[in-house]
């Protein structure tokens, strides 16, 4: 239990949160992040190569 | 009976209809098509695993109440884990999304398993709202205070009344969530009925390779 504590102390969710303001955007720092990793997370999805796609056209061919 | 009475029976065409639109190869195939094998196609079923996680701590939080899961370690560790599987749930449909509108997957008639993902979607945030509106501490209080003036603004808030916490509560545990797993279930049927949307350089070429689900 009191490893868990000390791995929740690493991010400190009861203090005032952080925004980025920028003309008439207004976002939390935290949103973005989220934001920021599905974007990241879909083009590593469309590059990265599955396990064993070439084993397995090759065993079809 | 004879058999055109029972070849009239309304039981008996609603049978021969699915068992055509939905053979059991079809509903649980051996093999899928081999542009399957790209992790772009792994979001929807990600979709759909953290969506039974969801259910399932919901289930646990509306077995013990409140009480348990704002004060007792176990319950703050089941509330996290709804919170936590809600926005992976969140996540991945939305690389799903991105990605299926990529593909343009209502191609090919598939129009209703488009649209039944996009109604699951909109449903999605209105059960991720209501969870908002439902926590019962200060936080949940704060938020509904802010939404009522939205709410009302579109002539909704003398029937939807996000201040309502039991209102908010039904909705959010028995209205949206069976929406929600009925529409998915439609969408899942529809993927089996009409088969995982192919990539534009293949579709125009009807034949092609099948490989093994468990590969």
Sequence with gaps: MAFLFSIAALVPLNSKGHYIHWHFIDISVANLIVIVLIVVTFI?????????????????? | MNNAEIDRQWTTRLRRRVEGKLPPEKLLPDTQPSYVASWIYVFGVAT????????????????????WWHGSPYGHFVNSLHLW????????????????????????GRTLTWMTGVITFLTSIAAAFTGYASQSNFDSQWITTQAKDGINATGAGAYFNVLNLGQMLMWHIVLLPIAAVL??????????????????????????ESLPVSE
């Design chain 1, 44 to 61: 590593a999805a469309l590059l990265a190569p599955f396990p064993g796609r070439r084993r397995r056209k090759e065993s079809h061919e």
């Design chain 2, 48 to 67: 759909l695993a953290s969506l039974g996680v969801v259910i399932a701590t919901g289930c646990i939080l509306a077995l013990r109440g409140p009480q």
């Design chain 2, 183 to 208: 529409l998915t279930a439609l969408h899942v049927l529809m993927v089996r009925i009409k088969g995982v949307v192919p990539p534009f350089e293949d579709s125009a070429s009807p034949a092609r």
């Design chain 2, 85 to 108: 599987s809600v926005e992976i749930f969140f996540f991945t449909m939305v690389i799903h999304l991105w990605g299926k509108f990529a593909m343009a997957a209502w191609r090919g």
